[in-house]
């Protein structure tokens, strides 16, 4: 399949994307293309020009310190998932970044783009707002609990640029997804995260948009097992339905992903 | 039409494509180099697998443009000197293709696996082989040609 025609440009700063971006409308920042090249050659998308920040230097590292791991908004999915620093502080996040698709995704994903493009089934997004991360952009800081608005849509404005994912490190953590075994995308992905003040349980995959967990976060608070959740449903209306599974099948989905998550962060 | 360079299989080459061009286009096409395959076209089966910067990515998820200045190796640069290269040997040896289509994929894939975890177990080359699809073998003989390979180059460096 080809694609509409663009112009490719590449950009070497953060600043230079930005003047990039301002400068035509309608431009998009291709970061590993994983998700966008393949809905340009579906002709979903056909941005005019496309501007390259995959190899921008100051988007590309991950910093382990007071208290976060902090990730540059152009780090592949593999950089993560082999990080010693990351397996170390937050062994969740790294075990996520290892199960997102496959090994020639995660040569080129990147997870600024996963964030961005908020896609109901990615990886990211569950840990992102488990552990109440904040998305650093060209403009401001968006806590993770007002950046996911709703199916492939985020609070970022016409020309931001997320720079940087930053993640408060937990007391402990897990991670459990259940993958479409065609995709890999989560059919229901859950991620249970204790904080010294408190325990915030987030679900993808098995909703339009990934979302927290009231009743389990108050459940756990009071008793950290998978006892404590193993009763608590989310509301199949609110789910997903599609030849994949069926709304009352990713319901509970969620609680089967929390039960686990629970017992292996316990 | 923008001029792109990088070195394909350890030569240096120079042409002027379309911003628009796939990577998996530049190399079968441009460069005729026809054994990188185009399965699905939607990053799914794997068939498209390259090298590029020693890293295995999917070329029909790539522009041409974006390799501007990287390593890119395909199935046609494994073999040296007129020998096969183990994971090649070791695909004929077990038997590890029918019709041969998701085989180019396949044996970059192994590769690289090889190259980042070593000597393998069955259930880890499995794991590794998510994004690569074969119609025909049922995968058996790829995982041993895959096991059988893996063993043998690990060996030698040791
Ligand atoms: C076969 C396959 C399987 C996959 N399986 C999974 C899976 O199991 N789980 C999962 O989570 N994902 C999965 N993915 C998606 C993958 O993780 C993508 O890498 C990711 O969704 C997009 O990241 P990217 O860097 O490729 O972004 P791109 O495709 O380059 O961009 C995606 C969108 O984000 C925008 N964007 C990119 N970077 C930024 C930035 N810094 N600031 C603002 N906007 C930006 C782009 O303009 C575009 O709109 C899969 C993909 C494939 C092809
Ligand atoms: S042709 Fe590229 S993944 Fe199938
Ligand atoms: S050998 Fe035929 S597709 Fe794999």
Same mark, same amino acid.
């Given at each position: ?62 910093? /382990?310190?007071?208290?976060? =791991? ?44 996963? /964030? ?73 992905? =859950? ?9 915030? /349980? ?65 | ?37 185009? &399965? ?35 199935? $046609? ?11 090649? $040997? ?39 082989? $998510? &994004? ?22 690990? $060996?030698?460096?040791?």
């Amino acid at each position: 399949m080809i694609t509409y025609p663009f112009t490719y440009k590449r950009a070497k700063s953060v600043a230079e994307a930005e003047t990039l971006l301002k400068a035509t409308s309608e431009s998009k920042l291709l970061a590993g293309g994983q998700t966008l090249i393949a809905a340009m050659k579906m002709r979903l998308a056909n941005p005019p020009e496309l501007i390259d920040i995959s190899g921008i230097k100051e988007l590309n590292y991950i910093r /382990v310190g007071g208290g976060q =791991v902090a990730i540059g908004a152009a780090t592949i999915h593999y950089d993560v998932a082999t990080s010693a620093e990351v397996a170390k502080a937050i062994p969740a996040l790294a075990h996520l970044a290892g199960v997102i698709g496959d090994p020639a995704v995660r040569h080129k994903g990147t997870i600024g783009g996963s /964030v961005a493009n908020n896609d109901p089934a990615a990886d990211y997004p569950a840990a992102v707002l488990a552990l109440g991360a904040t998305i650093k952009t060209n403009k401001r800081a968006i806590k993770a609990d007002d950046f996911f608005t709703g199916m492939f849509s985020t609070a970022l404005e016409d020309g931001e640029i997320i720079t940087e994912i930053a993640f408060p490190i937990p007391e402990k953590a897990a991670y459990k997804k259940f993958a479409n075994p065609a995709s890999r995308y989560a059919m229901a992905g =859950v991620f249970v995260a204790k904080f010294k003040d408190g325990i915030r /349980v987030a679900a993808t995959g098995a909703a339009p948009c990934v979302f927290r967990v009231p009743e389990m976060e108050a459940a756990l608070a009071k008793n950290f097992t998978p006892d404590a959740v193993a009763n608590i449903a989310v509301d199949a209306s609110n789910m997903n339905s599609d030849l994949h599974g069926s709304a009352e099948y990713r319901a509970n989905l969620v609680t089967v992903m929390a039960k686990r998550a629970v017992a292996e962060a316990a | 039409m923008t001029a792109v360079s990088m070195t394909v299989n350890g030569k240096p080459v120079t042409a002027d494509v379309e911003d628009r061009t796939l990577l998996v286009y530049f190399l079968r096409e441009t460069l005729r180099l026809t054994g990188t395959h185009i &399965g699905c076209d939607t990053s799914q089966c794997g068939a498209c697998v390259v090298h590029v910067d020693g890293k295995a990515m999917k070329s029909c998820t790539m522009f041409a443009v974006q390799a501007e200045g990287a390593q890119v190796t395909t199935i $046609e640069g494994l073999a040296k000197d007129g020998k096969l290269h183990p994971v090649q $040997e070791a695909f004929r040896d077990n038997h590890g293709l029918q019709c041969g289509f998701c085989t180019p994929g396949m044996i970059m894939t192994a590769v690289d696996m090889i190259r980042r975890k070593g000597a393998m177990d069955r259930d880890t080359i499995r794991h590794e082989l $998510e &994004g690569n699809i074969c119609r025909c073998t049922g995968y058996h003989n790829i995982v041993s040609a895959i096991e059988d390979a893996s063993k043998r180059m690990t $060996e030698k460096v040791a």
